[in-house]
């Protein structure tokens, strides 16, 4: 049952994640959308209550303990302890990513294209502290309030995670991480009846990466075509395909039995050799 559960959702002002808090609200969940954005949680929080749901928003770093800690205790006050923590704070960033998908020595002295070589490592260590740090705070924080009642956490990995993208390297590296944390986790939590799954989103076509994914006339990219030959399902994902997935796991009455799960959602994406 999601009715009348406490579901902590981080990075909940942005794409997926919102849809995610707005889903789990809808089937009675009471809803904490954390976010660094406050605005962007606080328009989620918003359209929740709107709709006759229960949500309260919090300006919130999955970086910094103390400041998470500071937002449990807001939290456990406003809606009770946390039930369900979905970890969704993530992404990329262009400073951790190259130009091309292979290296050319010709590119070794052009100052406008990124290799390899050029990249900072303080960028690559930001990426992977997002993606990996910022699920591993939350979780330590915020499992202490299922510690003794049991609950469910659900990571946010990526396609990358089992065969690295191309130009991605930190972004992949992290979410490889976080699938493997999430075993790990099952394993360390089984005892205290908390149990520990994640999501592997194929592409899916978000504001975000709209412009990646389609030119201004609204054709597909180069990319996209790509994407798209190697997806069985031959489309790309729309949040909406991600919400049973959501609910699944997070519903103790239909995964009860399932943890340490890392599960595709991705129009067999995965499954597919390109041959
Ligand atoms: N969009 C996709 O196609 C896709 C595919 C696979 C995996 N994912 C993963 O799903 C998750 C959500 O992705 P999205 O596309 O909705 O991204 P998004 O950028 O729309 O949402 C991420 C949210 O995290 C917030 N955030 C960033 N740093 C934070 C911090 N330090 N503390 C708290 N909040 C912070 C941002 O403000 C933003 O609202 C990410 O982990 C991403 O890697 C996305």
Same mark, same amino acid.
């Given at each position: 049952?999601?009715?009348?559960?406490?579901?902590?959702? +981080?990075?909940?002002?942005?794409?997926?994640?919102?849809?995610?808090?707005?889903?789990?609200?809808?089937?009675?969940?009471?809803?904490?959308?954390?976010?660094?954005?406050?605005?962007?949680?606080?328009?989620?929080?918003?359209? !929740?209550?709107?709709?006759?749901?229960?949500?309260?928003?919090?300006?919130?770093?999955?970086?910094?303990?103390?400041?998470?800690?500071?937002?449990?205790?807001?939290?456990?006050?406003?809606?009770?302890?946390?039930?369900?923590? #979905?970890?969704?704070?993530?992404?990329?960033?262009?400073?951790?990513?190259?130009?091309?998908?292979?290296?050319?020595?010709?590119?070794?002295?052009?100052?406008? !294209?990124?290799?390899?070589?050029?990249?900072?490592?303080?960028?690559?260590?930001?990426?992977? $502290?997002?993606?990996?740090?910022?699920?591993? #705070?939350?979780?330590?924080?915020?499992?202490?309030?299922?510690? +003794?009642?049991?609950?469910? !956490?659900?990571?946010?990995?990526?396609?990358?995670?089992?065969?690295?993208?191309?130009?991605?390297?930190?972004?992949?590296?992290?979410?490889?991480?976080?699938?493997?944390?999430?075993?790990?986790?099952?394993?360390?939590?089984?005892?205290?009846? #908390?149990?520990?799954?994640?999501?592997?989103?194929?592409?899916?076509?978000?504001?975000?990466?709209?412009?990646?994914?389609?030119?201004?006339?609204?054709?597909?990219? $180069?990319?996209?075509?790509? !994407?798209?030959? $190697?997806?069985?399902?031959?489309?790309?994902?729309?949040?909406?395909?991600?919400?049973?997935?959501? #609910?699944?796991?997070?519903?103790?009455?239909?995964?009860?039995?399932? +943890?340490?799960?890392?599960?595709?959602?991705?129009?067999?994406?995965?499954?597919?050799?390109?041959?």
């Amino acid at each position: 049952m999601i009715k009348g559960k406490v579901a902590v959702i +981080t990075g909940g002002g942005g794409v997926l994640c919102s849809a995610f808090a707005k889903e789990l609200a809808s089937k009675g969940a009471k809803v904490a959308v954390l976010d660094l954005r406050i605005e962007a949680a606080k328009a989620v929080s918003d359209s !929740i209550r709107k709709e006759g749901g229960v949500s309260f928003y919090y300006k919130a770093d999955v970086l910094d303990k103390a400041n998470i800690e500071a937002v449990r205790e807001k939290i456990n006050k406003d809606l009770g302890m946390c039930d369900i923590l #979905i970890n969704g704070a993530g992404g990329n960033s262009p400073k951790a990513t190259t130009t091309y998908e292979t290296f050319d020595t010709a590119h070794l002295h052009d100052k406008d !294209i990124t290799t390899f070589f050029d990249l900072d490592p303080k960028n690559i260590n930001n990426l992977f $502290q997002l993606n990996f740090t910022g699920t591993f #705070i939350p979780t330590q924080v915020f499992a202490k309030d299922m510690a +003794t009642r049991g609950g469910t !956490i659900l990571n946010i990995s990526s396609m990358s995670a089992y065969s690295p993208m191309t130009k991605v390297m930190a972004y992949s590296a992290a979410k490889a991480a976080i699938s493997n944390f999430t075993m790990w986790l099952a394993v360390h939590f089984a005892p205290s009846n #908390i149990r520990v799954n994640a999501m592997t989103p194929g592409f899916f076509d978000t504001n975000q990466n709209h412009a990646l994914l389609f030119n201004s006339d609204n054709t597909p990219t $180069q990319r996209t075509k790509k !994407i798209l030959s $190697q997806t069985p399902l031959n489309r790309l994902g729309e949040v909406k395909d991600l919400l049973g997935t959501l #609910i699944y796991l997070c519903d103790d009455e239909m995964s009860g039995f399932v +943890t340490g799960a890392v599960i595709p959602v991705d129009g067999g994406f995965l499954a597919y050799s390109g041959v």
